[in-house]
């Protein structure tokens, strides 16, 4: 009952608890869909601290278990995070350390299918700290990850996860940090169809400094935008032409659209509550809407060619429209309930 009443409470587009309380004493038929009768805006809170974060672990993983794979199978993941506002003075009291007021709050860290958008991993993390730091989570060492190729941006620029991502057969498109060293070895022949690319070689990454078996080789291209700014990339894959791999970057912005959906379409800007369980609850309900919705786009016929649509957005608005109505059987079926 509790785990509905959050997601009702970002289905319905509320924008505190005392909203949802509100509706629950109002609204009978939307007390009986949930089972949650008399609860108040002050009962809410504590509910959120008393109810441990794990009662989600089986709902978001049998909707992820529902989630329909890709027609062709996907190669492209993108990692990244993104933070939800707190308090920065109650979380520096939480934790006992000054934080930073643009960085101070929960960071959710995701890995994402860049074919039909599902989500694979995520991970919450509490306070500042550099994304690479949540790599091991992200992608556990028991995951066979040979052969796919994992897009992600200067904030994961961490020498041993490049090197883990080689052992384990895996590769990866990532921009330069300003501080990267890179030694020259061999340059690519340019293609003249795209000029756009000014560079495409191949060389060491990493200073002289570090060890021989530290030292990685990797392809970098450079790529010029029209306003003159110049972007560099760095990647393990020598299979693809240097326009292709600069294509391919680009595709990480599909997660940038995740994290925005979240906060925009769901309402996911800041936590229900100050601390580490009413974070969880808060960013875990979020995502389990995100997963309707996912599933109700992908079961859903285009006019034209009968092949599900991910039009997520439509998608909320719609569960919000058909809140109190009987779902159809062809529906409960499709969606996996019968």
């Not at 989600?56 to 990244?80: C, E, K, T, V, Y």
């Not at 006992?96 to 994402?112: D, T």
């Not at 996860?161 to 990532?174: E, M, N, P």
């Not at 992908?298 to 998608?315: F, G």
């Amino acid at each position: 009952d509790f785990a509905l009443a959050m997601i009702f409470h970002f289905i319905l587009g509320l924008r505190s608890l005392r909203e949802l309380a509100i509706r629950l004493a109002e609204d009978s038929r939307l007390t009986r869909l949930i089972g949650m009768r008399g609860i108040s805006h002050s009962h809410l809170p504590k509910l959120l601290h008393a109810r441990p974060a794990e009662l989600w672990a089986p709902l978001i993983a049998q909707l992820l278990q529902r989630l329909r794979p890709a027609d062709a199978p996907s190669h492209a993941w993108a990692i990244d995070s993104t933070t939800l506002t707190l308090g920065a003075k109650l979380l520096a009291r939480m934790s006992g350390r000054e934080l930073e007021r643009e960085n101070a709050g929960a960071k959710l860290s995701a890995v994402i299918n860049l074919t039909d958008k599902r989500l694979a991993q995520f991970y919450i993390s509490m306070g500042s700290g550099h994304d690479a730091q949540y790599v091991a989570e992200l992608l556990p060492a028991d995951w066979e990850i040979a052969g796919l190729t994992f897009l992600f941006d200067r904030g994961y620029r961490k020498y041993s996860f490049y090197r883990d991502l080689i052992k384990r057969r895996a590769h990866f498109v990532t921009r330069k940090a300003g501080n990267d060293h890179f030694e020259l070895q061999r340059a690519i022949p340019l293609d003249t169809e795209h000029p756009e690319i000014i560079a495409d070689d191949i060389g060491m990454l990493g200073g002289t400094a570090l060890k021989d078996d530290e030292r990685m080789l990797l392809r970098r291209v450079i790529k010029r935008c029209d306003d003159a700014q110049e972007l560099v990339f760095f990647t393990t894959r020598l299979d693809l032409t240097a326009a292709d791999v600069a294509a391919l970057y680009q595709q990480r912005w599909v997660i940038e659209i995740f994290f925005r959906w979240l906060k925009s379409n769901v309402n996911l800007k800041r936590p229900l509550g100050y601390g580490l369980e009413p974070t969880m609850h808060t960013i875990l309900a979020a995502l389990a809407v995100y997963c309707l919705a996912l599933l109700l786009a992908q079961w859903t016929p285009s006019r034209t060619n009968k092949r599900p649509v991910p039009l997520i957005a439509s998608s909320v608005q719609r569960l919000r429209a058909r809140l109190f109505e009987t779902p159809r059987r062809d529906e409960l079926r499709c969606l996996g309930f019968l």
